[in-house]
């Protein structure tokens, strides 16, 4: 009876410790970026308010002078500060949050015109058996598109229109953001003809534009198969077994929808949809010669599809009430999304009121020179990882580290190539992690993907990508790495 007991009073106190174990939740991403904003308001009243000196930088854009930072007067953050941090972020961050509005909007448009399903039916078909290969062909377009012309912003426009196939093809929204956010990252913090950071790292750093290309390139290679192989693994056993999927119960509705496409009749596309999807690819080919050739960004890509729905709806059939009633709903599927943006925004405003982000940097880039030169390498690529939390703008981190980091690599023995890499490893590997890079969770939202849920996705592969940016700067150091 005795050791019965004891037994009974075992399994009691497993028991206890599984629905322990289970009760823990991960927080709310409104909860944590909140808990940034406090530390932050915090810090204000601790750490010593400084600034640089802002002068004229390559290109007409505003940098700082290295030699000029001084101690300013403490600036904390007081109850209205505070208070208004949240409405300010959204102003600041205003250009993304109503980007990430028109994209949902538009998407849903082109849905009711019964585009997408036809697309996604045609292409389900043609490789309902040989799937996987579209991840690796999507997946190298959207890194060597990004390593030449820097744009991560382009996730939001790749989404939307390859959601609908991974689902239709077995696989999840997960998948689906998976291939964008890390192919565009792979190439962007690799970068080499990428005129958004390594261009604008090597000018500010003295060094000739694109040199160095081929170390660069060997690391785009390496950096892209390991994000290849990492997603089709996850791919596959969703195809297997769709209830493994991270995303899952989220996916319901979307599976309703896309899923088993081949087990209907085939779509055909009535004459008015056959002349708007080809002035749909018109459009994206204005898209495209916009943002290569004449600079589009966020704005004029807002622009552009805004009429596009406009005009594509009404080319397919709709009326005026459904396109408006499209952009309506596609407004709410990217609301908490678009929010999301502005209050991680509010982070960097905090600090920017506090007058504390040049004392950061300016604490950092010491600590860094104090390490043997290949660990200041490695110094240079966390302060780099940990600065893109507070800036994650690619070309505003570079404005504002290179002009202290690049000198000061000269001082400890490192070189300006290998310094101008940290610079892009480590905003690269931040961009798709930390919940204050906008574009990247106005991405998730268009997807459908919780903040929390992509962190236990990509955890792994940023441990993976973390320790080869530490190989690669350490061969780089060791060759001495300059041309």
């Known amino acids: 009876m005795a050791i019965e007991r004891s037994v009974n009073v075992s399994k009691g106190i497993h028991n206890e410790l599984q629905v322990v174990k289970k009760k ?30 802002r002068i004229p930088g390559p290109e007409g854009r505003t ?9 300013v007067e403490q600036t ?41 399903e036809i697309g996604v039916d045609r292409l389900t078909r043609k490789f309902a058996t040989r799937s996987i290969v579209l991840i690796p062909v999507l997946m190298v377009v959207f890194a060597t598109v990004c390593s030449l012309i820097g744009t991560q912003e382009l996730s939001l426009v790749y989404v939307p229109v390859i959601l609908p196939l991974m689902i239709a093809l077995g696989y999840d929204s997960m998948v689906a953001a998976a291939v964008a956010l890390v192919a565009t990252t792979a190439g962007f913090m690799t970068g080499f003809l990428n005129p958004i950071n390594t261009g604008l790292g090597q000018k500010i750093s003295g060094l ?29 056993k969703v195809k297997r077994n769709p209830e493994t999927s991270l995303v899952y119960e989220e996916d319901s509705s979307k599976r309703s929808v896309y899923l088993n496409k081949t087990a209907v009749d085939k779509r055909r596309a009535t004459t008015r949809q056959k002349v708007a999807s080809v002035i749909l690819l ?36 709709l009326k005026l009430t459904d396109i408006c009633e499209g952009f309506n709903e596609g407004f709410r599927e990217v609301l908490v999304g ?34 043997p030169a290949v660990f200041s390498a490695i110094g240079m690529f966390f302060v780099q990882m940990l600065f893109s939390f507070l800036v994650p703008s690619g070309s505003g981190q570079a404005l504002v ?37 906008g574009y990247f969770m106005a991405t998730l939202a268009l997807a459908g993907v919780s903040w929390q849920k992509w962190v236990r996705f990509y955890l792994p592969l940023f441990l993976i990508w973390f320790s080869l940016s530490v190989f690669f700067l350490i061969i780089a150091q060791m060759i001495q790495w300059n041309g």
């Open 208 to 236: 000739p534009v694109f040199s160095g290309i081929e170390l660069r390139f060997i690391a785009f290679v390496v950096f892209a198969l390991v994000g290849i192989l990492y997603i089709i693994r996850y791919a596959q």
């Open 63 to 71: 940098t700082i002078d290295p030699n000029s930072y001084q101690r």
């Open 76 to 116: 904390p953050v007081g109850l209205t500060d505070f208070m208004t941090a949240i409405p300010r972020g959204l102003v600041a961050a205003g250009e993304v949050v109503f980007f990430t509005f028109i994209i949902g909007g538009i998407f849903v448009v082109i849905r009711k015109t019964g585009l997408i």
């Open 24 to 53: 823990f939740v991960m927080p709310h991403i409104y909860v944590i970026l909140f808990l940034f904003i406090v530390l932050a308001g915090i810090a204000t009243y601790f750490v010593p308010a400084g600034v640089y000196e």
């Open 401 to 437: 580290t290179m002009p202290i980091l690049a000198p000061l690599s000269d001082l400890i023995g490192v070189t300006r190539q290998t310094a101008v890499l940290a610079y892009q490893f480590g905003d690269g590997l931040g961009n798709i992690l930390f919940p204050t890079s």
């Open 282 to 317: 018109g459009f994206f080919s204005l898209l495209v010669y916009g943002v290569l050739m004449k600079g589009w960004f966020m704005l004029e890509m807002a622009g552009l599809f805004i009429i596009m729905g406009i005009v594509i709806g009404l080319i397919a059939g």
């Open 338 to 371: 678009a929010i999301i943006i502005g209050i991680a925004r509010a982070v960097a405003v905090v600090m920017e009121d506090g007058q504390v982000m040049d004392t950061i940097v300016n604490s950092l880039g010491s600590v860094v020179g104090e390490f």
